[in-house]
């Protein structure tokens, strides 16, 4: 079984400053670990994956997210906000044992950027 | 990267009638999902396209509601039966390569049924 918490529905950040979105997870096997974004009336779209290798990945639009085994998280973050950063995030997670190529999302944080 | 295009993107149905929303992928992947989504909310699986065979779907979710084709690598469809006002949501067609593991999605046909 796998599963993906994010614990905020909300963060909101004043433009320039960093921002934190949070995600832990659960899974019986290895996991794959990915953050996706939602522009409002748009799909989804994929930001950065953890597979292997460096705990701190670098995905697209200066986003970064570090893997923590110990802690089980995976949280999404970013140097310096932009008001167009404001989004819904998705973090989600799969098993990379079973192959099954199946991902659980998390119910998504809503970032907002305040100029 | 895949390119995932829906048809239709949006569509307002009547009670009892049923609409089929299709999914093209601009290359071959390995599997192909739909999803549902109310705006501003989580995604709910509703089941996993299979080539060639009969989909998998998820608990709460039926093949006679929702039957699914998947004829290739590159297409499939979602049909939504018998429409009640509770299917007005977004659906999302969704697709994953096994070389990148990724997800991506289509743009979303949004489904308003009265």
């Known amino acids: 079984a796998q599963s993906v918490a994010q614990p905020e529905d909300q963060v909101k950040v004043a433009e320039g400053n960093p921002l934190t979105v949070k995600c832990t997870y659960s899974?019986?096997?290895?996991?794959?670990l990915f953050w996706y974004v939602q522009y409002p009336n748009r799909g989804l779209q994929f930001l950065l994956k953890?597979?292997?290798?460096?705990?701190l990945v670098k995905g697209s639009y200066g986003f970064e997210a570090e893997f923590n085994k110990s802690q089980t998280s995976f949280h999404l973050k970013k140097p310096s906000a932009l008001v167009s950063d404001s989004a819904l995030y998705f973090c989600?997670?799969?098993?990379?044992?079973?192959?099954?190529?199946?991902?659980?999302f998390g119910d998504g944080t809503t970032l907002t950027v305040k100029p | 990267s895949a390119v995932i295009s829906q048809k239709p993107s949006r569509d307002i149905c009547q009670r009892g009638t049923s609409l089929t929303i299709q999914c093209q992928v601009d290359?071959?992947?390995?599997?192909m999902f739909w999803y549902r989504q109310q705006p501003g909310q989580s995604l709910t699986l509703i089941a996993t396209?299979?080539?060639?065979?009969?989909?998998?779907?998820e608990s709460g979710f039926v093949i006679d509601k929702f039957p699914i084709s998947r004829p290739n690598l590159t297409f499939s469809t979602l049909t939504v039966s018998n429409m009640s006002p509770e299917d007005s949501s977004i659906y999302l067609c969704?697709?994953?390569?096994?070389?990148?593991?990724?997800?991506?999605f289509g743009p979303g046909t949004r489904l308003t049924v009265t």
């Open positions: 969704s697709a994953t390569s096994g070389q990148t593991y990724e997800q991506y």
């Open positions: 899974v019986s096997g290895n996991p794959y």
């Open positions: 953890y597979i292997t290798g460096d705990n």
């Open positions: 989600a997670v799969r098993d990379g044992y079973t192959n099954a190529g199946k991902s659980t």
């Open positions: 290359s071959q992947v390995t599997m």
């Open positions: 396209a299979n080539q060639g065979s009969e989909a998998t779907y």
